[in-house]
């Protein structure tokens, strides 16, 4: 299996709302990834889960919440959002974890996102 | 730090025509590159990387790129384009740490029948 699946496909969720979106990768990667993209930019980085422990938070405000409960699975709770905060939420995965396991084991595979709208 | 600059934002091909992206990076140390391409909607999906083997690489769907230390390039050609290539394509270095992507601002091909 060498995907990276997300749930669910679309949100629509009111600002006093808590929702969750989920990540699943059965490729035994030690390394699992939140991006958040807006229309017509690149992802950027929101959090990085290497061994199930966080290893990155980009300063990413607190109603957004990621908990990686083992290691295949990696959920990001949401709370309280802003009509700004909608966006395509994209989950990836690595082999790799850092740089001592080598560039070829740092590829991350990407699942097809989760279209989120805030109202 | 490592950075990447795509150097088209908008590329126009024809059906059957070739397809050059162009992306240049900057890095302290021999980088790790990716192209990656984003149909609308969809995820990232990897066409093909370098991690200092040759500096030819081939990918997916007829994609190749060729690494230029000389030049700090790392340039996407296709020889034929296909309707379906139209989508984003992502320019990618690996940082310092190995575990984040530096993305290019992203170039959206269009291709014309």
């Known amino acids: 299996d060498t995907e990276v699946t997300q749930t669910p496909k679309h949100l629509v969720m009111g600002m006093t709302n808590k929702k969750s979106l989920k990540c699943e990768q059965h490729?035994?990667?030690?390394?699992m990834y939140w991006y958040k993209q807006k229309a017509k930019k690149p992802p950027e980085l929101m959090f990085v889960y290497s061994y199930e422990k966080l290893s990155i938070n980009e300063s990413v405000p607190s109603r957004f919440s990621p908990e990686c409960p083992n290691s295949s699975l990696l959920n990001l709770h949401l709370h309280a959002l802003q009509p700004e905060d909608s966006a395509l939420y994209l989950c990836a995965s690595s082999q790799g974890s850092g740089i001592m396991d080598g560039p070829s084991y740092n590829e991350q595979f990407f699942g097809p996102g989760t279209r989120l709208t805030v109202l | 730090a490592q950075s990447v600059t795509q150097l088209d934002s908008h590329v126009s091909v024809s059906e059957g025509t070739p397809v050059l992206l162009r992306c240049n990076y900057s890095s302290s140390y021999s980088p790790s590159l990716f192209w990656y391409v984003q149909h609308p909607n969809k995820g990232l999906q990897l066409l093909l990387k370098y991690t200092s083997a040759a500096t030819l690489v081939k990918g997916i769907n007829g994609f190749e790129a060729e690494f230029k230390k000389s030049e700090t390039s790392f340039h996407l050609t296709k020889p034929s384009a296909h309707m379906s290539d139209a989508a984003e394509y992502f320019c990618v270095v690996i940082g310092r740490y190995g575990n984040k992507l530096v993305f290019g601002a992203g170039t959206i091909l269009r291709v014309k029948s």
């Open positions: 490729m035994g990667h030690r390394a």
